[in-house]
Each structure stands twice: as structure tokens, then as C-alpha cells.
């Protein structure tokens, strides 16, 4: 474990430029050895994988590039046949879903939605007339998720423009980055859903298997005193109207079964806020942190 832990921070040194020569040697040993026998373990034929359908942390597709299994991203809708965009094979990003597919045109509204049109994009939805025109209105797809392109026109997608969180200050933050963020940071979590509509700062539920409100658990070390360390070493880097001021640690986590995600396993925010809505109250009466 220790070589696999020099290496992996030798691997992502060097995708920013940098390295120690004690570190290459570790990433060369695994390179040869550990790597390899991966592969072999995961499918001895595997050459590529392709992700859609929900975000890819890049965490994860940095993992499987660092073992030498190239995973390509697509992103797109059913409206939109599929998909929209791909990654390049000779050239991707890791957290981008690569430039729009010969054909199909994308763009950005107003209010960071990603529109899309093209050939692919279906012509209404069936006997729904004003959901139709809605949808396509203007001549572009409407997909309701947020998102951006670099220079290159290789996009990321960053939530979805319901799931907004819009402060009482009137700062509009998408909660999706920020969840990621937070649970890379803080892998001992199961999940993590972000709070704060129409209020006046940041606030998050944690999920973690055995765990009571107050984050007290005997699971490595798990304890309110951990996220809270974790949540301060995130805000360090966030403006003042990103950061987390406020937590609280859910018993069970959510699930398809407790009715708190959906069938593809999403949050079902409003049902979970209305489910934890007193929890949720008593974080907003406390000062914040």
C-alpha cells in the first residue's frame, strides 16, 4: 500500500509538472509490477472504458488512466439521441466530457444552462405541447444542466440548473461541485448533499453507516471533529458565500429503499429536506462556524 500511495502522488505530481526522483522510482516499480497484475484483476482484455449517464469524479477516471486503462467520457440526454459530446481518445481532460460531436451545436444561456442543437435532438416530447415548445424554445434544446467549455470547446458539466442553491444574498451556487469536493476530501462519508436555499450561508448533510446526529462513530476514527477539520481545510480556498458553515451527520444513509434517491440513484433533495427539516431548522438557528 505504501508504494501504491507514492506512486499514485507521483502520477498526479507529475500531471502538474512536478516530482521527486524517490517517488518516480516507486511510480516505475508500479508501473511494472503492482499496475499490471490491476489490469489483469479488473479484465485481462480491457483496453478502454467509455462513462456516461452521471458525472465521472475525476478522481476516478485519474485512477484508472494512472493504471493505463483510458476512460473516455460522453455526455447527452435522451432528447438529445444519446449524446452530445465526446472525448478525443488522442486527447482528453479528466472531469470534461470532450468538444460537441460532429453536427450537434452547444452553447450556453444566460443563466449557465448548456443548449443544444443539431440533428440528434428530438422533435417534442409525445401529446405535450407546452412542454415541447418550452424545451426547444428559441430553436435550442433546453437541457437544464449547468455547465462550461474551455478554449478548446471541451465541456464540463457542473450540476443540474434545478438544484441550484440561490442565498438570501442572491449568490446562485451549484451544489454539485462543492459535494464532490468535499467528499474526496472526506472519503469516510457516504454522502454528502448540500442546504441552503434561501438562507443565509452554506450547510451539509453527511451520511455515514453508524453514525448518530452528532457525528460520534468508532469507524476509523470518523467524528464531528474530522468534517468540521475537513470543511475548514475546503473554505480555506472557497469566496465567503461557498463555504460550509454548518453540518450535520445523518444515522442511515440514502437510499432507493428509504425512498431518498431515485431509481438511478440521484438525491432527492426536496425529499430530503422535508424529511430532515428540523435537523435542517436547528443548523440555521445555530451561529455559524
Known amino acids: 500500500m505504501k508504494v501504491f500511495n507514492r506512486a499514485k502522488r507521483e ?6 509538472g512536478e516530482g521527486t526522483f524517490a517517488d518516480s522510482l516507486c511510480l516505475s516499480l508500479a508501473n511494472s509490477a503492482m499496475f499490471p497484475a490491476i489490469r489483469k484483476n479488473i ?20 485512477f484508472f ?30 472531469g470534461r466530457v470532450g468538444p460537441a460531436i460532429p453536427g450537434t451545436e452547444m452553447t450556453l444561456a444566460e443563466s449557465g444552462e448548456i443548449l443544444v442543437r443539431g440533428p440528434n435532438i ?19 434544446f ?24 440561490i442565498l438570501n444574498s442572491g449568490h446562485n451556487i451549484a ?18 448533499l448540500l442546504l441552503g436555499n434561501q438562507r443565509s450561508f452554506l450547510a451539509a448533510l453527511v451520511t455515514v453507516a453508524g453514525t448518530n446526529g ?3 462513530s468508532s469507524q476509523n476514527g470518523f467524528s464531528g471533529e474530522r468534517i468540521q477539520a475537513v470543511i475548514n481545510e475546503l473554505n480555506t480556498n472557497l469566496p465567503h458565500y461557498k463555504q460550509i458553515r454548518a453540518f450535520h451527520v445523518v444515522a442511515e444513509p440514502f437510499s ?14 426536496d425529499v430530503i429536506s422535508a424529511r430532515f427539516a428540523a435537523e435542517i431548522e436547528n443548523l440555521y438557528q445555530k451561529k455559524p462556524a
Open 11 to 16: 502520477y498526479l505530481r507529475r500531471r502538474n
Open 122 to 140: 428530438f422533435p417534442g416530447y409525445w401529446q405535450r405541447p407546452a412542454e415541447t415548445a418550452k424545451a426547444l424554445e428559441g430553436g435550442w
Open 256 to 269: 432507493i429503499e428509504n425512498g431518498l434517491l431515485t431509481a438511478n440513484g440521484k438525491f432527492k433533495r
Open 214 to 216: 452528532s457525528g460520534k
Open 43 to 62: 479484465g485481462p482484455n480491457l483496453k478502454a472504458l467509455i462513462c456516461g449517464s452521471a458525472p465521472l469524479p475525476p478522481e476516478t477516471q485519474l
Open 65 to 94: 488512466m494512472m493504471i493505463g486503462i483510458p476512460v473516455l467520457q460522453v455526455y447527452g440526454l435522451t432528447e438529445t439521441t444519446a449524446i452530445c459530446t465526446m472525448d478525443d481518445p488522442r486527447h482528453f481532460e479528466p
Open 175 to 192: 451544489p454539485e461541485p462543492l459535494e464532490d469536493a468535499l467528499a474526496a476530501r472526506l472519503p469516510e462519508a457516504q454522502q454528502i
Open 142 to 165: 433546453h437541457t437544464g444542466d449547468q455547465g462550461d467549455a474551455d478554449a478548446s470547446g471541451n465541456w464540463r458539466i457542473t450540476g443540474r440548473l434545478k438544484n441550484l442553491i
